[in-house]
């Protein structure tokens, strides 16, 4: 099985982007929600525009509680369902065991291993069964996002997903045709590619959407507790993850390339 990735007007809307990754995806699709002001516009736009996206969210165990109460206020507004994943237990307390409560300030390493148990493998389990998750990233938000499609073939997550009968018809179509326009069957969609942090903001406030407090506290992208802090301005919006790393670290795992 494959999947063609449409090609866009450059001036597409988000919804047009959004509809048109769920239609070429064919089959169930998710947004990977952290309860950013992406996230939440993101749920926002499907909502108005009547399309059907499922909504999963990690619960690392280091969420601040204001994140909670942006989940609860979604729930509310929208009568949703949000499908958490958690850690395995047995790997949150090996790690927590050996090395600490805050060993991923320790080495990059360190931090990965943590983003590893609490991030990434619970990802995998949530992208299980999905044709495409839909995400929040903005090229405009670090210089790690700068080469981000509308929506593209997510290889990476799609090779160890999709079962085997699929990659090994998707190994053979890729030999005998070579065909760029064809991938593996997981498509990521980032329909608020080309907005900017001021029409995002401009968004939520006209809808009165559901805000996390943190942001009137100088927060302006939100992780883990430990791990986010408030930017200065003028600054990244990331700068306030993982600060005290290097800017080209500054991913957790969960967007690959
Ligand atoms: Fe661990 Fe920090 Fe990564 Fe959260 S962001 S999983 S606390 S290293």
């Keep these: 099985m494959s999947i063609s990735i449409p090609e866009l007007p450059t001036d597409s809307t988000p919804a047009e982007i959004l509809r048109a990754g769920i239609e070429a995806a064919n089959g169930p699709v998710s947004l990977a929600c952290s ?6 516009a993101i749920i926002d736009i499907a909502h108005q525009a009547g399309l059907r996206m499922g909504v999963f969210a990690l619960d690392t165990g280091r969420l601040n509680e204001e994140t909670y109460e942006v989940a609860d206020a979604l729930v509310e507004r929208y009568r949703m ?9 047995e790997d949150v307390q090996k790690l927590e065991s050996a090395e600490g409560l805050f060993s991923f ?10 983003c590893a148990i609490r991030k ?7 992208l ?11 090229r405009e938000q670090s210089i790690t996002r700068g080469e981000l ?9 799609g090779d160890i997903l999709v079962p085997k009968i699929r990659t090994s018809a ?20 980032n329909p608020l590619i080309d907005w900017s942090g001021e029409q995002l ?13 943190l942001y009137s506290l100088g927060y302006r992208s939100i992780g883990c507790a430990p791990c986010t802090r408030a930017v200065q301005p003028g600054e990244d919006a990331r700068a306030g993850r993982w600060w005290w790393e290097h800017p080209e670290n500054k991913e957790c795992g969960l967007h690959r390339r």
């Design 149 to 157: 499609k509308a929506i593209e073939a997510d290889s990476l997550n």
């Design 201 to 213: 903001r401009a968004y939520v406030e006209q809808h009165r959407l559901p805000k996390n407090r």
């Design 128 to 138: 299980k069964g999905l044709a495409g998750w839909v995400t929040g990233m903005r």
């Design 170 to 189: 998707v190994t053979s179509m890729y030999s005998e045709t070579g065909d760029p326009e064809t991938y593996p069957a997981l498509l990521k969609i």
């Design 105 to 114: 300030r320790e080495s990059l390493d360190k931090r990965h291993a943590c």
């Design 120 to 126: 990434v493998e619970p990802l995998s389990r949530a």
């Design 35 to 40: 309860f950013s002001l992406e996230d939440v």
């Design 81 to 89: 369902k949000i499908n958490w994943y958690f850690p395995r237990h």
